[in-house]
């Protein structure tokens, strides 16, 4: 091994021995290079064993807590995959709920959104298809998001499957149901805890259906959250009915009871809980201590070194001296903020209003996003690109897309995304 070369015996012949220099160098550098591919290898394996053992722990625990009960009378097929499982109502082409972990690696993880919209093979009888929803006025939407299982390409890939698809108004789709979600996930990143989340629409006898495809796809005139924290100091829960179109109140006007959602769905959570805490649980819900994580926050950060971000970049202090010109800005995003209008705001290094260098992501452009800026740069080092602008005396970035964007690893490395 290399490590138990004597270097001095080394550098004692090549200093002396030229044509040895060449040759030992030449050999050294290409048995290091081995090295590096053998750690990279290695690092793959070790990736892999981790999101599987990730997998198998998240159905331990959903199964911990338990699966929901459903009536006898309706149909619901338990279909497992990766990192969810389901109970598919053949009735109605969808799922009558989804149970899914959403753990700390969500964090850390880069992957983003595959696309790969595809019927269910596990659905015995066979779940929507593309036909189904195309053109049809609504968007698929997930009932368990694909952003929540970003750190791992088996899980993600598998949140696309038409079961965990339901009909969604793209006014519902696109915002108030994206900000309950990312609202849920901030709540893991801030608390470093994971949250068990139950999905689903809510059926009734006056459904509207699509029936343009080769399946009937009924339209649920309302959908429901069911979030449980029971490994955190403070054993919690809440839930979320949101109907079927534009929601204009604060997310807290459709936060509801456990007992709520089991009333009007007519399932019954958590079976597996201790019955005096399931009660508990279920009757309450205190919506303040989920609102208290509404603004993200870190501790102040120093700003970026060289060594810590791309060639030709700036760090947060760096921005001032090139005002008015365009640049790429690097830094740790240690606040961010949603205003009610739907814009984003961030800050680099220090909060405000101690910060020396902030961006924005204007409502009309987060369309252009296939995240959510807000629970997305949290916490982490990025570089955004554009024009360097002067905002009540500090320097500040309006960003577009996000192909402005360049998420860093530990070492100032472009992560790929």
């Not at 969808?94 to 899914?100: R, S």
């Not at 309006?398 to 402005?404: D, M, P, R, S």
Request: hydrophobic share 40%; with cysteine.
């Amino acid at each position: 091994m290399l490590k138990h070369i004597n270097w001095f015996a080394v550098l004692f012949l090549l200093g002396n021995y030229p044509m040895l220099a060449q040759v030992k160098t030449a050999d050294l550098i290409a048995n290091l290079e081995k090295e590096a591919l053998n750690l990279e290898a290695r690092q793959a394996a070790l990736a892999d064993d981790l999101e599987i053992l990730r997998l198998k722990k998240i159905k331990e625990d959903i199964r911990s807590v338990g699966l929901p009960e459903v009536p006898e009378t309706v149909k619901n097929e338990v279909v497992e995959h990766g990192a969810m499982i389901l109970g598919y109502n053949e009735t109605h082409e969808q799922a009558n709920w989804v149970a899914h972990i959403i753990i700390p690696a969500v964090n850390k993880g880069n992957l983003s959104r595959t696309n790969d919209f595809r019927r269910d093979s596990l659905v015995s009888t066979g779940s929507a298809v593309k036909a189904d929803y195309w053109y049809s006025g609504y968007d698929r939407g997930h009932l368990a998001p694909s952003a929540d299982f970003r750190w791992s390409s088996r899980a993600i890939s598998e949140s696309y499957v038409y079961s965990n698809m339901a009909p969604q108004r793209p006014e519902l789709n696109r915002e108030g149901w994206a900000d309950l979600e990312s609202f849920i996930r901030k709540h893991v990143w801030v608390k470093n805890e994971q949250l068990y989340v139950i999905t689903g629409p809510v059926f009734d006898n006056e459904m509207e259906t699509i029936t343009q495809g080769p399946n009937v796809v009924s339209i649920p005139k309302r959908f429901y959250k069911v979030i449980l924290d029971v490994t955190g100091e403070e054993k919690k829960a809440i839930a979320f009915v949101m109907p079927n179109e534009l929601c204009t109140q604060p997310l807290v006007s459709y936060a509801v009871s456990v007992d709520e959602v089991e009333k009007i769905t007519g399932l019954d959570f958590f079976p597996n809980l201790d019955e005096t805490l399931e009660s508990e649980l279920e009757a309450n819900f205190d919506y303040a201590k989920w609102e208290e994580l509404k603004e993200g926050e870190i501790p102040t950060q120093e700003p970026l070194k060289l060594s810590e971000r791309p060639k030709n970049t700036l760090n947060s202090v760096e921005a001032d001296l090139f005002m008015n010109k365009k640049a790429c800005v690097c830094g740790m995003v240690v606040s961010t903020r949603k205003t009610n209008g739907g814009s984003v705001f961030f800050n680099f290094d220090a909060k405000f209003p101690n910060h020396t260098f902030s961006g924005s992501v204007w409502a009309s452009n987060i369309k252009n996003f296939s995240y959510d800026p807000e629970i997305e740069f949290l916490g982490k080092k990025i570089c955004i690109t554009g024009k360097i602008t002067d905002y009540k005396g500090k320097p500040t970035m309006t960003v577009e897309n996000e192909k402005k964007v360049t998420f860093l690893d530990d070492k100032g490395k472009a992560l790929p995304r």
